[in-house]
């Protein structure tokens, strides 16, 4: 069988597109090789390694991490971002939640109502950290007199041990318009449709809720649980503002030593980027277990709205 | 005859009513607790130390009144003597919480009170001194510059890089193109700091550390986000207009700038908006690569002051205002931006 001798041009239709798509995202490309996969795979060869960027790494094996499981501060500053996690999460939830129910009704002025609870969100940072400080400053603070006209005796809040995580916490809450608004966009996202069904069917305010609304929302709960969970472990600002104001990063007793502030530390006041990037890579493996974990057992309470289509 | 009875309906709409009230009254208590911080901040911007001193802080700058009696300064107050509400100087305190107060005007004839049991005189003092004072007594005019080319170049080199990059995912067809869209997407998750301190290293070995180009040149390069955002908004934009422009001669580069720029305006600005609100605000990677005062930032700036001069509490707090007024302007300008467009896309995507 003869070959017909017609050759293909190179530049075939399909060939000159996807050269157009590379062109197009080259930008990310070089910067995923050059900032993302390059460094990566620096930082998981200098976690193998002693390396304070002066003299050339020296290879180490598994030591850093070995140190690491040993060093009382690695596991301190774990406990502190997952009490961190534990006491922020929830609350943040409830009250972005609970609020986002309010703002999502048809009441007078709710764009502006949204607007102020949404405010606190985008001047986050150093002057947040500085104001509360000065609102929980116990001697001259707004938040302790305030309690004592109720009677209470507000506690020493970031000077104190005990307090200051729960300092932290209402500060965080302060922001808590952020996750709000996510939540909101998912409540406008329920098809009316389906509480009309629900009111025929008889369904009272509280069963529309629990039957229609959260289930609707739950992919949406996932989703600032997952990014909550990945925020705390990247804490750093806040805690950081307050200690050195305070002459001490890491709080009263360490009490906010944050891995991330851990992290730090080590990496740029002590120079040890070997035992930084072990942190990282550490810190790394904690969020992706963390996410798969979470997604695993997101199939028995995240509800999709594409599983209904699927059935029906 | 039939009773007059209510109808069902007018039950449902008696308890909608009283559910808005409630709803209205829990979002106003709401409210002023999230902007109590915010007017505290501030007032304290407008105090002078004596001012600062008080406890508990007035939430507006009031200092107590003071009156010149027989050459000393001396509080007023607004007391009750013989049945009638007049305004006595304070000249002296008794044992027991009394004290004597005396008529500025006639200070012979003395009173004694019990000092609680009367109210003293204030008036509205700010200090707007305070701002020129703090932003004098630091380069502070230096950090915003810097942080204003941080922001605003970086914020232009992420426009560009991430619109080019969102129209390469949003319009063709490529192999693998797919499986690299879902690997942006995954770096959403990654954490920065397995990619920090090589880059440190790196903006070290090409000695950028201590300038504000490790800050700046990572713009230029697309990040998830603002990518994956931009690229639902180009997905909605019609693929007619495409055509008509590859029809009338549009080269993909021509399509992009003259078509997809344009109709993605929206889109755009959120994005432009939203970096600026991060940049602004940005604390973590300044504070690392930013060594020398010249360099820095206004959050590295502020910082460092509050540090080192604790004491200086309103004129940090002048600062800090200074620093937020630029975010909370841009906004109120721009809040549907906030509170509508991007994180509809940003979840439902």
């Given at each position: 069988m003869e070959r017909q001798s017609y050759r293909r041009p190179f530049w075939t239709m399909s060939r000159r597109e996807s050269g157009w798509a590379y062109f197009f995202i080259s930008p990310w490309i070089i910067g995923f090789i050059v900032f993302t996969v390059g460094p990566m795979l620096a930082s998981l060869f200098f976690s193998f390694a002693d390396y304070n960027i002066v003299d050339a790494p020296r290879w180490l094996g598994l030591a850093n991490y070995r140190n690491l499981f040993k060093d009382p501060l690695f596991w301190k500053s774990l406990q502190v971002t997952v009490y961190f996690a534990s006491l922020a999460l929830p609350s943040g939830l409830l009250l972005g939640f609970f609020l986002a129910i309010l703002l999502n009704k048809k009441i007078p002025g709710v764009n502006l109502w949204r607007t102020l609870y949404y405010l606190p969100s985008v001047i986050a940072g150093v002057a947040v950290a500085l104001l509360w400080m000065r609102i929980f400053n116990p001697r001259i603070g707004l938040l302790n007199p305030l309690l004592a006209e109720f009677g209470i005796k507000g506690p020493g809040w970031l000077q104190d041990p005990d307090w200051a995580m729960p300092a932290l916490v209402i500060m965080n809450l302060w922001g808590v318009g952020g996750s709000m608004i996510i939540y909101l966009a998912g409540l406008q996202g329920v098809p009316t449709a389906l509480y009309d069904a629900a009111r025929v069917d008889g369904a009272n305010l509280w069963q529309r809720f629990w039957h229609v609304t959260l289930p609707m929302v739950t992919p949406v709960i996932f989703y600032n649980l997952v990014m909550g969970l990945i925020g705390a472990f990247q804490y750093f600002t806040q805690v950081y503002v307050v200690g050195s104001a305070g002459g001490n990063v890491g709080g009263p007793a360490r009490s906010t030593l944050f891995y991330n502030l851990y992290l730090y530390q080590n990496a740029f006041k002590y120079f040890d980027m070997g035992y930084a990037s072990a942190m990282a890579w550490i810190l790394l493996l904690i969020v992706l277990f963390l996410t798969l974990l979470i997604f695993r057992s997101s199939e028995t309470w995240v509800y999709y709205e594409g599983e209904l289509k699927g059935r029906v | 005859m039939a009773t007059l009875t209510r109808s069902p309906l007018a039950d449902v709409k008696i308890q909608e009513l009283l559910i808005k009230g409630i709803t209205t009254l829990i979002l106003a208590v709401g409210a002023v607790i999230i902007l109590i911080p915010l007017v505290f901040m501030f007032s304290t911007s407008l105090k002078d130390r004596n001012q600062l001193r008080?406890?508990?802080?007035?939430?507006?700058p009031i200092e107590y009144t003071m009156v010149e009696v027989n050459g000393k300064e001396e509080p007023l107050y607004q007391v009750t003597v013989e049945g009638r509400s007049r305004r006595m100087a304070l000249v002296r305190n008794l044992p027991d919480g009394k004290g004597v107060f005396v008529d500025p005007a006639n200070p012979e004839r003395e009173f004694e009170l019990l000092i609680a049991d009367q109210k003293p005189m204030q008036h509205w003092e700010a200090h707007w001194e305070n701002y020129p004072e703090a932003l004098t007594s630091v380069p502070f005019g230096r950090y915003l510059i810097n942080t204003c080319i941080v922001t605003f170049v970086g914020m232009a080199g992420m426009l560009m890089s991430s619109s080019m990059v969102a129209y390469g995912f949003s319009r063709f067809r490529a192999p693998w193109l797919n499986v690299l869209f879902m690997v942006l997407l995954s770096t959403i998750m990654l954490p920065s700091q397995v990619r920090l301190i090589p880059m440190y290293v790196l903006f070290q070995k090409v000695g950028w550390?201590?300038?504000?180009l490790p800050l700046i040149v990572p713009q230029f390069f697309a990040n998830a986000y603002d990518v994956f955002f931009l690229r639902q908004f180009f997905m909605t934009i019609p693929l007619e207009m495409d055509d008509a422009a590859r029809i009338d001669g549009a080269s993909p580069i021509q399509t992009f700038l003259y078509v997809i720029l344009p109709q993605g305006r929206p889109a755009l600005v959120a994005v432009a908006v939203l970096h600026f609100i991060w940049a602004w605000n940005d604390f973590y990677e300044p504070l690392i690569y930013l060594h020398s005062r010249q360099k820095w930032t206004v959050a590295v700036g502020l910082q460092t002051f509050s540090a080192l001069y604790a004491v200086n509490t309103h004129l940090i707090a002048a600062a800090s205002v200074v620093m937020v007024v630029p975010c909370i302007l841009l906004f109120f300008f721009s809040q549907r931006i906030f509170t509508q467009g991007v994180v509809v896309s940003g979840v439902k995507g």
């Open positions: - | 008080r406890s508990p802080p007035p939430l507006i550390v201590d300038t504000l």
